[in-house]
Each structure stands twice: as structure tokens, then as C-alpha cells.
């Protein structure tokens, strides 16, 4: 089975991106930003400056976000009813309750959703970028997927099941009562004992492991993690909660939300958010992948491939030896010949490219990409490189992070796509 392009009259973005894909009935979209990509955020994307009191910028730029997805949606044979999952980055929080209420008028049944915050994206005055995946009725059916865990206050699902792929909301550790629980954090008569980034590890892996068990799946089962931290330095500890739960840790994104001296995630001192898919024994058949690519401390998964789709990890630009080795950095002898951000681009894409051959695929058959750089700067040269790359670019959301777990690294690239012919998924 091959991809299909999708294409809707929305404006076309200046960046090397396609705006959706069609694979096996699923729908993967790219990040859409609130711009007409000729003025930034044009005037219906935000207040009039003669009333400045009447409106919201963040609701009327929601509201413009979701009506170009809708396009694509219909574009691709189906709508926004048939969206399973979002993730949604937000450059401030405080903006985050304006934005659901306008959600809500979108979303009869939400999606799983994952919300955090950003430190910069692509268009000056976004605000928000808003990244969808969904699927073709008549293609595929889903399920709603509702366990024992506690009920969040946004408008979002738990988890949805579709071909046989379970899609869940980023879980936060809250029992959205008492803000994070008792269970999830250091004793306050015991300040010494215990570790609070382990214990909302802990309370998030075990809610999402009730998620999955609901979903006819289990842990073991993870086809792709997405880790978001408040706090890049509580990278290690979560790392040993991590091993725990996952004999082999499955392909993993970790990357830092929000500034240092600030907070990125919806819950009061949540510090983490895990964001999981997975598939369902006996309806999917699942593999691991293993390349000549160097092998991280972290002992993440290189990729899995389910049902024909290739899960592959966020991908560094460094050997997990030297820190980034001598090919992805300018020679110090030569200082003003080449670009750091230009050589770790390669150095990245050409390691993802070794995992897609392992897969039996390539990067030509890449639909999805989400690309997190430190810099939002670096992000015209980064383009660039992208470029020599791809043919035909995948659906692509970029986004500034406040760290990454390499020293220097300056870009993380997490890639979805599918093997060409064995795209299987049940209806």
C-alpha cells in the first residue's frame, strides 16, 4: 500500500512540508499554525486593534487553526469527528482555557490530546500549533477506550483504538482533585526519602498501563513514547522508573516543555507528561528494528514497525560516546567554514535513514515528522538540509524546546512512516 498526499485550499506553508497523508486509512496531518503564510497571522486570526477589548487572540486563532484542519480532514475523505488523537502546543498556558472552550465546539468526542507548552513556533505570534492524526470512516472504525483512571477537567479522551492501534492522551500525574496526589510525591514530613520525579513516573506508568489493559493491550505493547519534562535534569531518574516498566524501553522522544524558570505542563508541579501508542496482540503484528546505528544509555528501542508503520525514536544528533561526534560539528580548526545546525541535520537524518533500510522502508516513505529544535533560529538551515532529504516532504510540525538530552544537540528528530506493501491494518 502506498501513501496518499492530501491537499485542501488552505494556504500553502513557506517551509518543505506536505499538509497530510493518507497511509492504511489513517490520516496523519501537519502542525497547523494560525497563518496565511503572506502576512503571519492574518486579521481573522486575531483581535481588530481599533477593539482592543472585544475578542481573544488565542480563540479567534484557534478557531482558524481548526477550520484549515477541517479542510484537510475533508480532503482526505473524512472530518474532524474522525480525529483520534492531538497534541496541541500552546506558547503560553495561561492561554490553555480559552483554547478548550473553543475545542469544544469542534469535538462532539474529543481526541486523546496531549497539551504542553512551547517556547517558540515557526510564525511570530502564533500562540498555538495544533497537530492531528485521524482516520477514513469506512476505512477503519474506532473504539473509545475508558478505564478505572480518573477523569481529567479538559475536554479530551482517554484513548482511542483504531486498526488495531491504541492512541492515548498524554497522562499527567493528577487525580485532577487534589492536583498531583499524595501517591506521586515525596512525603512533605519526610523531604529526604523517596524522589518526586520517580513517584509521578510511577502514577503516570500505571495509569497508562490501566489505559492499555482497557484498550485489549499492555505495556509490553508500546510501539512509541513521547516524554515531555519540565526539568531536563530529572532525565535520569525518570530513566530508571522507565526500565521498570519496559524490559525494552520502546522507541522514546524526550524533550524538555517550556522554559527553564518555567512551568510547561497543564497540572501545578506535574514535572512530566507521557504520550503513548501502542497495538493490540492478535490484531497487529509488531517487530523491532535494529540498525548499524550507535546505541544510546538510555537503551531505547531503535524503532518498531506495526502493522506496517514504522515508530522510530527521537533521534540525536551524537554517538552516545564522545556527545556529538566530530561529523555533526564544525571543525574547531576552521571555525567560519560550514554550520553546526547544518552538519547535525545530516548527522541525524542520515542515522534515520539506516533505521528506515532495517525496517524495509525508507525515508522516502516517511508521512510524519515532528522536529524539535532549541533554537528556532537554526530553523532556516535546518530547512535546508531537510530538503536534499526529501522528495516529497512528510507532514511536518516544528517546535522549540526548552532542553534536549544530549549536550549541545540543538535538534531531535521523531519520524513516522510505513513500510512499503505490508501496511495492514484491520477495519
Same mark, same amino acid.
Given at each position: 500500500?502506498?501513501?496518499?498526499?492530501?491537499?485542501?485550499?488552505?494556504?500553502?506553508?513557506?517551509?518543505?512540508?506536505?499538509?497530510?497523508?493518507?497511509?492504511?486509512?489513517?490520516?496523519?496531518?501537519?502542525?497547523?499554525?494560525?497563518?496565511?503564510?503572506?502576512?503571519?497571522?492574518?486579521?481573522?486570526?486575531? +483581535?481588530?486593534?481599533?477593539?482592543?477589548?472585544?475578542?481573544?487572540?488565542?480563540?479567534?486563532?484557534?478557531?482558524?487553526?481548526?477550520?484549515?484542519?477541517?479542510?484537510?480532514?475533508?480532503?482526505?475523505?473524512?472530518?474532524?469527528?474522525?480525529?483520534?488523537?492531538?497534541?496541541?502546543?500552546?506558547?503560553?498556558?495561561?492561554?490553555?482555557?480559552? %483554547?478548550?472552550?473553543?475545542?469544544?465546539?469542534?469535538?462532539?468526542?474529543?481526541?486523546?490530546?496531549?497539551? $504542553?507548552?512551547?517556547?517558540?513556533?515557526?510564525?511570530?505570534?502564533?500562540?498555538?500549533?495544533?497537530?492531528?492524526?485521524?482516520?477514513?470512516?469506512?476505512?477503519?472504525?474506532?473504539?473509545?477506550?475508558?478505564?478505572?483512571?480518573?477523569?481529567?477537567?479538559?475536554?479530551?479522551?482517554?484513548?482511542? &483504538?483504531?486498526?488495531?492501534?491504541?492512541?492515548?492522551?498524554?497522562?499527567?500525574?493528577?487525580?485532577?482533585?487534589?492536583? $498531583?496526589?499524595?501517591?506521586?510525591?515525596?512525603?512533605?514530613?519526610?523531604? %529526604?526519602?523517596?524522589?518526586?520525579?520517580?513517584?509521578?513516573?510511577?502514577? $503516570?506508568?500505571?495509569?497508562?498501563?490501566?489505559?492499555?489493559?482497557?484498550?485489549?493491550?499492555?505495556?509490553?505493547?508500546?510501539?512509541?513514547?513521547?516524554? %515531555?519534562?519540565?526539568?531536563?535534569?530529572?532525565?535520569?531518574?525518570?530513566?530508571?522508573?522507565?526500565?521498570?516498566?519496559? +524490559?525494552?524501553?520502546?522507541?522514546? &522522544?524526550?524533550?524538555? &516543555?517550556?522554559?527553564?524558570?518555567?512551568?510547561?505542563?497543564?497540572?501545578?508541579?506535574?514535572?512530566?507528561?507521557?504520550?503513548?501508542?501502542?497495538?493490540?496482540?492478535?490484531?497487529?503484528?509488531?517487530?523491532? $528494528?535494529?540498525?548499524?546505528?550507535?546505541?544510546?544509555?538510555?537503551?531505547?528501542?531503535?524503532?518498531?514497525?506495526?502493522?506496517?508503520?514504522?515508530?522510530?525514536?527521537?533521534?540525536?544528533?551524537?554517538?552516545? =560516546?564522545?556527545?556529538?561526534?566530530?561529523?555533526?560539528?564544525?571543525?574547531?580548526?576552521?571555525?567560519?567554514?560550514?554550520?553546526?545546525?547544518?552538519?547535525?541535520?545530516?548527522?541525524?537524518?542520515?542515522?534515520?535513514?539506516?533505521?528506515?533500510?532495517?525496517?524495509?522502508?525508507?525515508?522516502?516513505?516517511?508521512?510524519?515528522?515532528?522536529?524539535?529544535?532549541?533554537?528556532?533560529?537554526?530553523?532556516?538551515?535546518?530547512?535546508?538540509?531537510?530538503?536534499?532529504?526529501?522528495?516529497?516532504?512528510?507532514?511536518?510540525?516544528?517546535?522549540? =524546546?526548552?532542553?534536549?538530552?544530549?549536550?549541545?544537540?540543538?535538534?531531535?528528530?521523531?519520524?513516522?512512516?510505513?513500510?512499503?506493501?505490508?501496511?495492514?491494518?484491520?477495519?
Amino acid at each position: 500500500m502506498q501513501a496518499k498526499i492530501i491537499k485542501s485550499d488552505n494556504p500553502q506553508p513557506l517551509a518543505v512540508y506536505t499538509e497530510a497523508f493518507e497511509v492504511g486509512g489513517l490520516i496523519f496531518a501537519a502542525g497547523q499554525l494560525p497563518s496565511d503564510f503572506k502576512t503571519g497571522v492574518p486579521a481573522e486570526a486575531r +483581535k481588530d486593534p481599533h477593539f482592543p477589548f472585544y475578542g481573544s487572540d488565542i480563540k479567534k486563532r484557534t478557531h482558524y487553526i481548526l477550520k484549515n484542519l477541517a479542510r484537510t480532514f475533508e480532503a482526505g475523505g473524512s472530518s474532524l469527528e474522525h480525529v483520534i488523537k492531538a497534541q496541541v502546543f500552546l506558547e503560553d498556558l495561561n492561554d490553555f482555557n480559552a %483554547f478548550d472552550e473553543v475545542w469544544k465546539e469542534y469535538f462532539k468526542v474529543p481526541p486523546a490530546r496531549t497539551t $504542553v507548552g512551547t517556547t517558540g513556533l515557526l510564525v511570530k505570534d502564533a500562540q498555538i500549533e495544533i497537530d492531528l492524526i485521524g482516520y477514513v470512516p469506512g476505512k477503519l472504525k474506532s473504539q473509545l477506550i475508558k478505564s478505572e483512571n480518573a477523569r481529567p477537567i479538559a475536554h479530551y479522551t482517554e484513548a482511542f &483504538t483504531v486498526g488495531g492501534l491504541v492512541f492515548a492522551a498524554g497522562q499527567l500525574p493528577s487525580d485532577f482533585k487534589t492536583g $498531583v496526589p499524595a501517591e506521586a510525591k515525596k512525603d512533605p514530613n519526610f523531604p %529526604f526519602y523517596g524522589s518526586d520525579i520517580k513517584k509521578r513516573t510511577h502514577y $503516570v506508568m500505571k495509569n497508562l498501563a490501566r489505559t492499555f489493559e482497557a484498550a485489549g493491550s499492555s505495556l509490553e505493547h508500546v510501539a512509541k513514547a513521547q516524554v %515531555f519534562l519540565e526539568d531536563m535534569a530529572d532525565h535520569d531518574a525518570f530513566q530508571e522508573v522507565w526500565r521498570e516498566y519496559f +524490559k525494552v524501553p520502546p522507541p522514546t &522522544t524526550a524533550v524538555g &516543555t517550556s522554559g527553564i524558570n518555567t512551568k510547561g505542563l497543564l497540572v501545578k508541579d506535574a514535572q512530566i507528561e507521557i504520550d503513548l501508542i501502542g497495538y493490540i496482540p492478535g490484531k497487529v503484528k509488531a517487530r523491532a $528494528v535494529k540498525s548499524a546505528n550507535p546505541k544510546g544509555a538510555a537503551n531505547y528501542t531503535e524503532a518498531v514497525v506495526a502493522g506496517g508503520l514504522v515508530f522510530a525514536e527521537g533521534a540525536l544528533p551524537t554517538d552516545y =560516546t564522545s556527545g556529538i561526534p566530530a561529523e555533526a560539528k564544525k571543525d574547531p580548526n576552521f571555525p567560519f567554514y560550514g554550520s553546526d545546525i547544518k552538519l547535525r541535520t545530516r548527522y541525524v537524518l542520515n542515522k534515520l535513514a539506516r533505521t528506515f533500510e532495517a525496517a524495509g522502508s525508507s525515508l522516502d516513505h516517511v508521512i510524519k515528522a515532528q522536529v524539535f529544535l532549541d533554537d528556532l533560529n537554526n530553523f532556516a538551515a535546518f530547512d535546508e538540509v531537510w530538503k536534499e532529504f526529501f522528495k516529497t516532504p512528510p507532514a511536518r510540525t516544528t517546535v522549540e =524546546t526548552s532542553a534536549l538530552p544530549v549536550k549541545d544537540a540543538m535538534v531531535l528528530i521523531d519520524l513516522i512512516g510505513y513500510v512499503p506493501g505490508e501496511v495492514a491494518l484491520p477495519g
